[in-house]
């Protein structure tokens, strides 16, 4: 199995930025398809951004097109979320997941981390 451990959350004032990580086990980590969630409190758990295994096909939810980056280090076996011009409306837990095997895009995901909690202040 593969472990994932997302880090970076935090506080932030709206129009501010954070990088969030997401450090993963295992020598097959650059196989996996990868993405990101995300659920506020009282809402079901919602799509953010995913990225191929190899980092050439990136896609987004529309809520976060323009400001977020979804990116990959295989080489370090972690994930990132950059997240610029952040708004309220973003305040929520964050978490990663990965694909073991599949075709892409990925209709479901087999690791999940614990998540971590960015909180945009008005």
């Known amino acids: 199995q593969v472990h994932l451990v997302e880090s970076g959350g935090g506080l932030v004032q709206a129009g501010g930025s954070l990088r969030l990580s997401c450090a993963a086990s295992?020598?097959?980590?650059?196989?996996?398809?990868t993405g990101w969630f995300r659920q506020a409190p009282g809402k079901e758990r919602e799509f953010v951004a995913r990225?191929?295994?190899?980092?050439?096909?990136?896609s987004y939810a529309d809520s976060v097109k323009g400001r977020f980056t979804i990116s990959r280090d295989n080489a370090k076996n972690t994930l990132y979320l950059q997240m610029n011009s952040l708004k309220p409306e973003d305040t929520a837990v964050y978490y990663c997941a990965a694909a073991a095997y599949g075709p892409y895009p990925p209709t479901s995901y087999d690791y999940w981390g614990q998540g971590t909690q960015v909180i945009v202040s008005s």
């Open positions: 295992g020598r097959t980590f650059s196989t996996y398809a």
């Open positions: 990225i191929s295994s190899s980092g050439g096909i990136r």
